[in-house]
């Protein structure tokens, strides 16, 4: 299967040698000069191998290793010392190879790091990917590891951000077919054409701008697994086609003259209630039992609130905030919330807390509610401030500092927004598309934000 790899080393000929042996074995691989812009990657990437020098200006591939220590990391030096390579391992590192060394050392590693994630993965799965310690999650995990060593479809529902395609990872991960493809598709995401040329595949001519031959999900999903996610997005239309192929185990492609044997379990998700949307004339009643054969339901965070300790702490660390801790007031607010976004809203808030403590414990005033977040707009100014004059100090994201404490006494939640968008900005290197996810908002809203700041505040005169 493809493996993301990522590589780190400030010497440029150093990095297109690291990106030259590697890319021989067909892996997608990103190049990074320096830790600070790797560490926005791995925080919101997924990553199975990071091959970083240990010596570099700012964040040091011992400092990344430290903070992504879920992520198994080949670590290199030009100028090794015992004690350093000692203090690599401890830290969790697979290996510490010294310059200078051979295409042969350095992919046998690479192999062998990857094998090894391989052969962890369903324990991290159990660990990190699912994290619960509530009875009814539990009982869940016990049922899908069971019903995981049959072949039958199995239909997922739960509200949005639950966790429904980890659930799905989760089976795949666990039945027999867990070293063949998991392969996602959100039906949701393409217009009805494009999703039945990208689950059926199409073969050259089949329409206009296909100018060759394209297998589809479902092909490349053969002897693993394929996720169906938001299944009850499909077009009416398209669901006869796929209750055929879930009816005859073959697929015709786009424009094919003959159809293709697939060998393939099939999960969908689903946020909706299918029976309605049957009732409503959206979804087949013939296909939905032939999806249906074995039901999943995943809890909304309301109903399992025991668990957000356990999530937050996973969350942080993974995210390369371990020294990051919640206060017992910010715990018990967090446990009080009805979290309308489940999971996905949490880590939204989490991580947002996160980056304004800036490595101090995570107070009441550093969390800030997806919907009073969302709900701010402009700037205000708070009782104590001085309005005499505009604050230029904030406009400009380039000399907003690092160090500054969004949730200091005195200042509005809008003030708060506006400092947390500025230092976020500059943690993500002015990356508006980076900042954004970091946010937990679209784009657009960022953009949005910033003409207001602009536009508000004018430049001061000398």
Known sequence: MLKRIVIIDDDPTMRAALREAV????????????????QAHLRQAIVDLVISDVRMPGLSGLELLKRFPQIPFILISGFATVPEAVDAMKLGAYDFIVKPFSHR??????????????IDAPNETITGAIVTENRRMRALLDFARQVAKS????????????????????????SRRGGAPFVAVNCAALPEGLLESELFGYERGAFTGAVGSKPGKFELAHTGTLLLDEISEMPIALQAKLLRVLQEREVDRVGGKKPLAIDIRVISTTNRDL???????????????RLNVVPARLLPLRERLDD??????????????????????????????????????????????????DGAAIEVGHLLIEEEFLACSGVATSPAADTSKPRLELVDADRAEASVN????????????????????KQANNNRTQAAKMLGISVRTLRNKLKVYRERFSPVEA
Not at 327 to 335: D, G, K, M, N, S
Not at 340 to 349: A, D, I, S, T, Y
Request: charged share 20%; hydrophobic share 45%; with cysteine.
């Open 105 to 118: 050392e350095l992919i046998a590693l690479v192999n062998a790091a990857l094998t090894r994630k391989a």
């Open 308 to 357: 957000i300790p356990h999530l937050a702490r996973a969350f942080l660390a993974k995210r390369g905030y371990p020294e990051s801790t919640l206060t017992a007031p910010a715990l018990e607010q967090l446990q009080s919330q009805s979290w309308r976004g489940n999971v996905r809203e949490l880590f939204n808030v989490l991580e947002r807390a996160a980056i304004i403590a």
């Open 23 to 38: 890319s021989g074995l067909g892996h997608e691989v990103e190049l990074f000069a320096d830790g600070g812009s790797a």
């Open 151 to 174: 072949h039958a479809s199995i239909l997922i529902q739960g509200e949005s951000g639950t966790g429904k395609e980890l659930l799905a990872r989760y089976i795949h991960a666990h």
């Open 275 to 289: 029976r309605e949307v049957i009732r409503a004339g959206g979804f087949r009643e013939d296909l939905f039992y």
């Open 406 to 425: 969004c949730a200091t006494a005195g200042l509005s939640v809008r003030e708060m927004e506006e400092q947390l968008i500025f230092k976020t900005l």
